[in-house]
């Protein structure tokens, strides 16, 4: 049972970067697609960025593309995302998720994933 756990998230002014974790457990050492997600209030769940653990090349959301970076450290199993020029619309409580397959396509489709952490929120003020 893989287990997700992340951190990272907190409040920070338009302009600035955060880094979020998270942190595997119950790796199995089979590839999956792992990805980040962000739910605002009001708002359906959407897909920020992903990438397969098999190698290639990473998935962003068009709205975070330049500013976001997602990215893993084999070593300590934990996937992290790297977000600078943060804007206010990126408010949003922040989803660590992974499933035991390539990303493909679905990549920004919460229904493709089955492992979740319990979020991390992220708030921008202007």
């Known amino acids: 049972q893989v287990q997700l756990v992340e951190s990272g998230g907190g409040s920070v002014q338009a302009g600035g970067s955060l880094r979020l974790s998270c942190a595997v457990f119950g790796y199995t050492g089979s590839n999956y697609c792992m990805g980040w997600f962000r739910q605002a209030p009001g708002k359906e769940r959407e897909g920020v960025a992903a990438l397969y653990t098999g190698g290639g090349s990473a998935y962003y959301a068009d709205s975070v593309k330049a500013r976001f970076t997602i990215s893993r450290d084999n070593a300590k199993n934990t996937l992290y995302l790297q977000m600078d020029s943060l804007k206010p619309e990126d408010t949003a409580m922040y989803y660590c998720?992974?499933?035991?397959?390539?990303?493909?396509?679905?990549?920004?489709?919460?229904?493709?994933?089955?492992?979740w952490g319990q979020g991390t929120q992220v708030t921008v003020s202007s």
């Open positions: 998720a992974a499933a035991r397959k390539t990303c493909g396509g679905s990549w920004y489709s919460a229904k493709a994933f089955y492992y």
